[in-house]
């Protein structure tokens, strides 16, 4: 397995062993991988014919520097577990100065609005931060195909409008969400849950599985109110924002409109780490 921890490296060698036929998937990852970062894999290794996956935690999509010095940084089981997909697959694990030379800072941006909803309310800066690494990263690898699990589907649809806008030659495929069995959305966050919170957390996925069924005969609202009361009566959690939103514009649900597909986002605090979901309600 090739593992490359220089931009200039990685590019003289996918240079290489390219020609105009070849296709490349690619996976932007943060490690800690997990079988929804494998599902990812696979659909690149099975549609590309060369896989990169990049493994980098970037400093500048933090807006709290507790989360940032906490996220779980496992490099060498995260190689184990890529080989178990293919031991074809390229590593690229760069160090912060390979990426940001020396000037670690995002860039602004502007994605029509869609930063300013829900985790760019929570997170200021937060999309800047994914807008400057996605772009760095695709300015790199280059390409054909990159893979984004639909858990952070904001993150998705900003990294479209991103390559929409700069005009990018990749295409971005969203894929499903993969979950445990008691439902928790899988994430690289949740190893920092005890066993006992992680059992916990089911109420995440089953508040939103139920906020979906009563979508279909009431409003946004009346479903917010009811979801909100539901994690007031639940000390171990705090709600930090739930929204029925438009899947393309992210804009909150004031009337449900037939024509429009819908999508409820929720981020919530267990014990100071947070986890967020989504679930599409039509
Ligand atoms: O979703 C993630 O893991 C990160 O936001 C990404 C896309 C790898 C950028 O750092």
Redo the contacts with the bound molecule.
Sequence with gaps: MLIFNNQNELVAHLASVSNTATTIGFV???GALHQGHLSLLSEAVTNNSITVI?I?V?PT?FNNPEDLAKYPRTLDADIEKIKTVSDKIIVYAPSVDDIYKGNTVSQPFDFDGLENQMEGQFRPGHFNG?GT??KRLFEIVKPTNAY??EK?FQ?LQIVKKMVEKAQMPVQVIGCPIYREANGLAMSSRNERLSETEKKEAAIIFKTISHAKKLFATKSATEVTIWVKKTFEKNQNFALEYFQIADEATLLPCIRKNKTKKYRAFIAVFINNIRLIDTISLN
């Design positions: 932007p990852t943060m990049s980098f970037n999509q994914v690494i996605v984004f699990g952070d993150q």
